[in-house]
């Protein structure tokens, strides 16, 4: 069955900085666009990033663009967030999300999400 | 960007009565539009996309219509586990993805 998790949450001060995990597995990862939505406390959702199932394009909510880095490695299957000059607004559930239909990138809807993990940005 | 507004913020409904969602896009989206259930400490799960088909294993009683601009989510006869906060997202124009801000379902 189709399951992806995320890990690597934690604590941080601000102005520092984060890398999240998400494995992937039961699907062929490769064959996916694979995102990051993330979740305020109280709050709603909201999309963070992208990459194309080969990689070959990013993109970026205005909110993170420039601090915030997506990556995937297919021969892992994990896809990964770097986050770097952590504010105190970061501070959400984040969950990757996997695309809607292999190599289609025309229809991000997300049927398959991870569990979440907490990101606390906090002196 | 698209912005996405709900409504009502939240709605209060008996068990087994019908619960009318409402979701308005800043601009059409076509039927470029998906639903989703979100319960306390859980991810959110898909209930629609494409405005109207319902996702793998999501009961007869949800529906959803609409296109252009204006989108409604109805459930036609309440059961407990549907009282949460339900979602609608656009994917018509994007990057970015836009979600509502959420309509919090409650017990009357």
Not at chain 2, 75 to 81: F, V
Not at chain 2, 97 to 107: A, D, H, K
Request: overall charge neutral; glycine content about 10%; proline content about 5%.
């Amino acid at each position: 069955q189709v399951q992806v998790v995320e890990s690597g949450g934690g604590v941080v001060q601000p102005g520092r900085s984060l890398r999240l995990s998400c494995a992937a597995s039961g699907f062929t990862f490769s064959n996916y666009g694979m995102h990051w939505v993330r979740q305020g406390p109280g709050k709603g959702l909201e999309w963070v990033a992208v990459i194309w199932y080969d990689g070959s394009n990013k993109y970026y909510a205005d909110s993170v663009k420039g601090r915030f880095t997506i990556s995937r490695d297919n021969s892992k299957n994990t896809l990964y967030l770097q986050m770097n000059s952590l504010r105190a607004e970061d501070t959400a559930v984040y969950y990757c999300a996997r695309d809607s239909d292999p190599w289609d990138m025309t229809t991000p809807y997300f049927e398959y999400w991870g569990q979440g993990t907490l990101v606390t940005v906090s002196s | 960007e698209i912005v996405m507004t709900q409504s009502p913020a939240t709605l209060s409904v008996s068990p087994g009565e019908r619960a009318t969602l409402s979701c308005r896009a800043s601009q059409s989206v076509s039927t470029n539009l998906a639903w989703y259930q979100q319960k306390p400490g859980q991810a959110p799960r898909l209930l629609i996309y494409g405005a109207s088909t319902r996702a793998t294993g999501i009961p007869a009683r949800f529906s959803g219509s609409g296109s252009g601009t204006e989108f409604t989510l109805t459930i036609s006869s309440l059961q407990s586990e549907d009282f949460a906060v339900y979602y609608c997202q656009q994917y018509n124009n994007w990057p970015p993805v836009t979600f509502g801000q959420g309509t919090r379902l409650e017990i009357k």
